[in-house]
């Protein structure tokens, strides 16, 4: 298939398509008129692809997961620990959606008098000074010059 007929069966656009092969993931040849040609197979690859993103997988592990011959050589470990890692997402998104939904609810005249929108309150701000902490490391020096 020439790279536009791949571009028309799956909706992946061409930049896309050259940008994979030129990461490794696709690969095609060149035909007449030095048009890049691929194997029928590479419809299962950018399935594969698809669904290593829809999974959270950057394109670099979806990579080293695909043989040269795009085989998927499954990494089970990298798998779970990219499952644990969505169920842990899942579980902040729920507590958060709870937290909205009793803050809508809540009975108390003001938010400042319910005890349990409090609690969010000191939850959200703990994790977030914990988020900020482990990002300083890394940070410019200049920069956090500039703030003190």
């Keep these: 298939m020439d790279i536009s007929e791949v571009v028309r069966r799956t909706g992946v656009p061409a930049s896309t398509l050259r940008f994979y092969e030129k990461k490794g993931l696709i690969s095609s040849t060149r035909g007449a008129g030095r048009r890049r040609r691929f194997a029928p197979d590479v419809l299962d690859q950018l399935g594969l692809i698809a669904l290593g993103q829809a999974g ?6 979806i ?3 695909l043989s040269p011959a795009g085989t998927p ?3 089970r470990n990298r798998l779970i620990a990219k499952a644990d890692e969505i169920d842990a997402t899942i579980k902040r998104l729920r507590a958060m959606s709870d937290g909205l939904r009793h803050a809508a609810a809540c009975p108390a005249p003001s938010h400042a008098q319910c005890p349990t929108f409090q609690r969010l309150v000191k939850v959200a701000a ?7 902490v482990a990002v300083k490391p890394g940070a410019n020096r200049a ?3 500039m703030r003190s």
Excluded at 126 to 132: D, E, I, T, V, Y
Aim: hydrophobic share 35%; charged share 30%; proline share 0%.
């Design 63 to 65: 990579s080293a997961m």
């Design 56 to 61: 959270g997988l950057s394109l670099d592990e």
């Design 126 to 132: 703990a994790a977030r000074l914990k988020q900020n």
């Design 143 to 145: 920069t956090s010059r």
């Design 73 to 75: 050589r499954v990494d």
